[in-house]
């Protein structure tokens, strides 16, 4: 079984600071996803990373996907209580000859004004 | 861009009875569905994988005969739990790959009382 493992499980930061989360895993994915889901509701895509070292920035988000492809993270730069949410990297991977995403364990992010 | 549609958004039933959920791509054709459970604080699993005109595939520990997935034409899928009881209680999501990438749809919360 493939798992993306998010650190941390928990955030709880003030408004202003910076923080970074990472998604770890032992397998080779061919492109990586974040998305960021508010309760209730569908997740709702952020950035795609395809190329291994490959950085792409979203306003104040900056993700980077390893170089190996098995890892990727968000900083996330003076961050906002609109930031708060639950965040989830998911792995595109190939499996019984259907490529489908796997989810990591998810960062539960709280931004405090 | 891609719209999957999910009804309903929540449904509350008695325990042995059966829900039906469905997922509607409305501008594109889909010939695969993924679907996922998500419990309360944790991330999205992984349950099965719909494909237009065949059996659904179901991952490791998803009982095929409880969570019944049809996918009979390219722009409909079903998932129907079947005399649910209250630990199926979760929020059901759906998800199609197409053009765009990957859309989902707006989630189903189920209660089963």
């Known amino acids: 079984t493939q798992l993306l493992e998010q650190s941390p499980q928990f955030l709880s930061i003030q408004e202003g600071e910076n923080l970074t989360v990472y998604c770890n895993s032992s397998s080779v994915f061919s492109s990586l996803q974040w998305y960021r889901q508010e309760p209730g509701e569908g997740p709702v895509l952020l950035v795609t990373?395809?190329?291994?070292?490959e950085v792409k920035k979203l306003k104040r988000l900056t993700f980077q996907f390893g170089d190996a492809r098995k890892d990727s993270s968000l900083h996330i730069t003076a961050a906002q209580p609109g930031d708060t949410g639950l965040y989830l990297c998911?792995?595109?991977?190939?499996?019984?000859?259907?490529?489908?995403?796997?989810f990591g364990t998810g960062t539960r992010l709280k931004v405090l004004a | 861009g891609a719209v999957v549609s999910q009804h309903p958004s929540r449904v509350i039933c008695k325990s042995g009875t059966s829900v039906k959920i469905e997922c509607r791509s409305l501008d594109f054709q889909a010939t695969t569905m993924f679907w996922y459970r998500q419990f309360p604080k944790q991330s999205l699993m992984l349950m099965a994988t719909s494909n237009e005109g065949s059996k659904a595939t179901y991952e490791q520990g998803v009982e095929k005969d409880k969570f019944l997935i049809n996918h009979a034409s390219l722009t409909l899928s079903t998932l129907t739990v079947t005399s649910a009881h209250p630990e199926d209680s979760s929020f059901y999501i759906c998800?199609?790959?197409?053009?765009?990438?990957?859309?989902f749809g707006s989630g189903t919360r189920l209660t089963v009382v």
């Open positions: 990373v395809v190329t291994g070292g």
């Open positions: 998800s199609a790959p197409n053009s765009y990438g990957y859309t």
């Open positions: 998911a792995g595109l991977t190939p499996t019984s000859g259907t490529y489908k995403y796997i």
